[in-house]
């Protein structure tokens, strides 16, 4: 079966600091992966989308950036953290190409990001 | 724009007290509806997907119909251990990409 796994939990940063965060999924092939921001009393927004290695499409202008070093890792940094940049952070998994198209998304745990 | 509106925000149901969750939904061009469950401080948890209107999907308590504007989840003789943040999310056909668009979800808090 596949698993997801979005590391770490919490995490407190300064303003200023550098991020990353880390996803790695387990049990299938080429999915496709996503970074997605939970606001408290807002839906989640989609942040980033991959369909493959070094793809990346970006949603949402901002400070933030990601990468997918290999198939089933996804990366989500920022060289200088905001206020704003706090939230909860999930990573999200779907069949990729040659799969159905309207599979579901399979969501990580969630990384709680507060920067002080 | 795809629109995803769910109500109540908050529901409060006594143990074995049967309800139902409102979606209302504005998509150009619908591909699916998800039902997601998410508890405190973890990931969305994937409950059902719905395609056309008309189709139903049931797990344990739960069931999940749609219309061409609205889902329903329907939660019969709910327990505490329902309790949780339900999220609606629906997939547009447009695009390059699995678009999907959630709402801000219901909470749910089952009494004893």
């Known amino acids: 079966s596949q698993t997801i796994h979005q590391w770490p939990a919490t995490l407190v940063q300064p303003v200023g600091s550098p991020l990353s965060l880390e996803c790695t999924v387990e049990?299938?092939?080429?999915?496709?992966l996503y970074w997605y921001r939970q606001a408290a009393g807002r839906g989640l927004q989609l942040l980033f989308y991959?369909?493959?290695?070094?793809?990346i499409s970006s949603e949402v202008p901002q400070n933030l950036s990601a990468s997918r070093p290999q198939d089933r890792q996804f990366i989500l940094s920022s060289k200088k953290l905001l206020l704003s940049d706090s939230g909860f952070y999930l990573c999200?998994?779907?069949?990729?190409?040659?799969?159905?198209?309207?599979?579901?998304?399979?969501f990580g745990n969630g990384t709680r990001l507060t920067v002080t | 724009e795809d629109q995803v509106t769910q109500s109540p925000e908050a529901l409060r149901l006594q143990e074995g007290e049967s309800s139902s969750l409102n979606c209302s939904y504005t998509?150009?061009?619908?591909?699916?509806l998800f039902w997601y469950r998410q508890d405190p401080g973890k990931g969305p948890e994937f409950l059902f997907t719905?395609?056309?209107a008309g189709e139903e999907k049931e797990k344990e308590r739960l069931k999940a119909t749609l219309t061409k504007k609205e889902s329903f989840l329907h939660i019969t003789a709910p327990k505490p251990e329902d309790s949780a943040t339900y999220l609606c999310?629906?997939?547009?056909?447009?695009?390059?990409?699995?678009?999907?668009?959630f709402g801000t979800g219901t909470k749910l808090q089952v009494i004893p």
């Open positions: 999310a629906v997939q547009a056909s447009t695009g390059g990409y699995q678009k999907v668009t």
């Open positions: 999200a998994w779907s069949v990729g190409p040659g799969g159905s198209y309207n599979s579901p998304l399979h």
């Open positions: 049990g299938t092939s080429n999915p496709n």
């Open positions: 719905l395609y056309s």
């Open positions: 998509v150009s061009g619908l591909r699916g």
């Open positions: 991959s369909v493959g290695i070094g793809q």
